[in-house]
């Protein structure tokens, strides 16, 4: 693995307040960290240090391994990708236009521009056709962000910072839009930082998830970590006790943790789920076994309910 982001000692003050507070991590090439936190602990600042629209107080930001204060901040705004909630388009400029800003700032040709362009649009389920000439007034609050997710992809970079961009969507398309950007992620190996108020979201795309409050970084660990060793009660808190079995077993992919294939079983789950949705599911179909198929529906193994019940306790 290597690193993609490094911070040490990272601290912002504004006049006497400290709104990051020394805080060190770093970020592997090709992952998603989460940020998580209350309102005003630092999140977006955090964020806003690392391509340099906030001027960090103390403390280094390395991204590949080069000080940001060394790279011109207007050259790592154009390597970093940039999405914010309420996407922040240009009203004056169409989607295509928009999604085109920073490859015509990096001087890509028009052809390699326009083939990106539509590229990203299929890609977020945008027919090219219908809305590449449309202005940003013309389309709904959901297709505005996806377009400003696009927009942060144009110049395919390798490292994407989000601050809430998923904010404004329906739980549906929201869903939708996570599953788009997981699927991206894998596709270019882009290294993301995300900033959100959903935990679900958290646990569900985060690789690490990070839990800021007021200023000060309390964990940064893989999300079952945090669940099963929060290092904080504010950690605990936040991430909710309730469900923690839920949350925990929905970081399980079946098909690691099937039992072999029974014959004879009349009922069947496909192994892309993961342990909290096949909990669900024989819960409401009433079984309690289960075949395990493949994409092409033949039986790679089985779960019965006792074993899934016992997956979900904690170590
Ligand atoms: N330009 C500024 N001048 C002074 N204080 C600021 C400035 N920008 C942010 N702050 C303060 O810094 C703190 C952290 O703000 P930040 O936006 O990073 O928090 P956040 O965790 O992203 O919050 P939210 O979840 O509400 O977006 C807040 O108390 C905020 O009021």
């Given at each position: 693995?290597?690193?993609?982001?490094?911070?040490?000692?990272?601290?912002?003050?504004?006049?006497?307040?400290?709104?990051?507070?020394?805080?060190?991590?770093?970020?592997?090439?090709?992952?998603?960290?989460?940020?998580?936190?209350?309102?005003?602990?630092?999140?977006?600042?955090?964020?806003?240090?690392?391509?340099?629209?906030?001027?960090?107080?103390?403390g280094?930001?390395?991204?590949?391994?080069?000080?940001?204060?060394?790279?011109?901040?207007?050259?790592?705004r154009?390597?970093?990708?940039?999405?914010?909630?309420?996407?922040?388009?240009?009203?004056?400029?169409?989607?295509?236009?928009?999604?085109?800003?920073?490859?015509?700032?990096?001087?890509w040709?028009?052809?390699?521009?326009?083939?990106?362009?539509?590229?990203?649009?299929?890609?977020?389920?945008?027919?090219?056709?219908?809305?590449?000439?449309?202005?940003?007034?013309?389309?709904?609050?959901?297709?505005?962000?996806?377009?400003?997710?696009?927009?942060?992809?144009?110049?395919?970079?390798?490292?994407?910072?989000?601050?809430?961009?998923?904010?404004?969507?329906?739980?549906?398309?929201?869903?939708?839009?996570?599953?788009?950007?997981?699927?991206?992620?894998?596709q270019?190996?882009t290294?993301?930082?995300?900033?959100?108020?959903?935990?679900?979201?958290?646990?569900?795309?985060?690789?690490?998830?990070?839990?800021?409050?007021?200023?000060?970084?309390?964990?940064?660990?893989?999300?079952?970590?945090?669940?099963?060793?929060?290092?904080?009660?504010?950690?605990?808190?936040?991430?909710?006790?309730?469900?923690?079995?839920?949350?925990?077993?929905?970081?399980?992919?079946?098909?690691?943790?099937?039992?072999?294939?029974?014959?004879?079983?009349?009922?069947?789950?496909?192994?892309?789920?993961?342990?909290?949705?096949a909990?669900?599911?024989?819960?409401?179909?009433?079984?309690?076994?289960?075949?395990?198929?493949?994409?092409?529906?033949?039986?790679?193994?089985?779960?019965?309910?006792?074993?899934?019940?016992?997956?979900?306790?904690?170590?």
């Open positions: 693995m290597t690193t993609m982001i490094e911070l040490k000692g990272v601290t912002k003050r504004y006049g006497n307040a400290t709104v990051v507070d020394n805080v060190s991590m770093s970020m592997e090439k090709g992952t998603i960290t989460v940020v998580v936190g209350t309102s005003g602990s630092g999140k977006s600042t955090l964020m806003r240090m690392i391509n340099r629209l906030v001027p960090i107080s103390s280094q930001i390395s991204v590949d391994g080069k000080d940001v204060m060394s790279v011109p901040a207007t050259e790592l154009r390597r970093i990708g940039y999405a914010i909630q309420g996407h922040g388009l240009f009203p004056h400029r169409t989607v295509a236009q928009n999604i085109a800003t920073v490859p015509q700032l990096l001087g040709d028009r052809a390699r521009i326009d083939r990106r362009v539509e590229e990203l649009l299929n890609l977020f389920h945008l027919d090219p056709g219908t809305f590449a000439a449309k202005y940003p007034s013309q389309l709904s609050g959901g297709q505005q962000q996806r377009v400003g997710v696009a927009r942060a992809l144009a110049a395919e970079p390798e490292l994407l910072l989000m601050d809430e961009p998923f904010g404004a969507l329906d739980p549906v398309i929201r869903g939708k839009a996570q599953d788009d950007l997981l699927a991206i992620q894998k270019f190996g290294t993301i930082m995300l900033v959100t108020h959903d935990m679900d979201e958290a646990f569900h795309l985060g690789d690490q998830i990070a839990v800021m409050s007021e200023g000060k970084l309390l964990q940064c660990s893989e999300p079952g970590k945090i669940l099963t060793e929060p290092a904080d009660p504010f950690v605990q808190q936040l991430t909710g006790t309730s469900d923690r079995a839920l949350k925990l077993m929905s970081l399980l992919p079946l098909k690691e943790s099937m039992q072999p294939p029974r014959p004879g079983l009349g009922y069947s789950l496909p192994q892309t789920l993961n342990l909290r949705d909990l669900a599911e024989m819960i409401w179909q009433g079984a309690d076994e289960a075949a395990v198929e493949d994409d092409s529906k033949v039986p790679v193994g089985s779960i019965s309910m006792q074993h899934l019940i016992e997956l979900g306790r904690k170590a």
